[in-house]
């Protein structure tokens, strides 16, 4: 299985490009986030045309999330169970042969201290109850998404720019530390323990092409699919050329 995570800030201004690349790679499974299209405006035709089904969970303007597969997806879930009254659509969850995959959008939290914030700190704490009341560390399964956090230090080109930040503050880090103990391996620095790759680079400032960016986007497994990967990789291709978005896909495969 050839699963990648992408946040395409807004579908509409990068589906040309989605669909190229979905040609061109092949992937088995996409998670996209920041669709920014309520889910009658997704463009469910490009995508079937490109030979992918499509589970959406969109907002007009805001967020958005989607899983795109090969494979017709079962048990499509949007949020967190059916207790969850947030008015966000941040995640959607499907079971893709053996594999369940949840596609997440974290909140960004804008400023630390803010209601933004503590609305971050909640949500990933509901994220962790929501794993823990929903599934097992021995299933095969897989969070990826854009996370808005960093998990250290490694995954930042500068971080002394960026230290206390909503996506490195101490506070973000253990809330998805608290996450990934759970039961999940983020599987990206299984095979990539040295750091100093990234996902996300600002538009501003010539952040790219100076390489000033952050690892932000996560595939976190449980052990028995991460024992399975073979592989990560940033698509920094992707984040290049006319109207990129300001993150790269992050691919992961599994022998399955």
Known sequence: MKLATWNVNSIRARQDRLVEWLGRVGPDVVCLQELKVTNEAFPYDAIRDAGYHAAVFGQKTYNGVAILSRS????????????????????????????????AYFPNGKVVGSEHYAYKLAWMDRLRAYFEASYTRSELLVLCGDFNVAPDDSDVAR?????????CHGDARRSLEAIRRWGLIDVFRKHHPEGGIYSWWDYR?????????LRIDHIFATEPLASRSTGVEVDRGQRKGQ??????????????
């Open 72 to 103: 017709e997806p079962a048990d499509v879930s949007r949020g967190m169970g059916p207790a969850d009254e947030d008015p966000q659509a941040r995640l959607v969850a499907a079971t893709l042969g053996p594999v369940r995959v949840v596609c």
């Open 159 to 167: 971080p002394a720019q960026w230290a206390g930040s909503v996506l």
């Open 205 to 213: 400032m010539l952040a790219f092409p100076k390489n000033d960016g």
């Open 243 to 256: 109207k990129p978005s300001d993150h790269a896909p992050v691919i992961a495969t599994f022998d399955l």
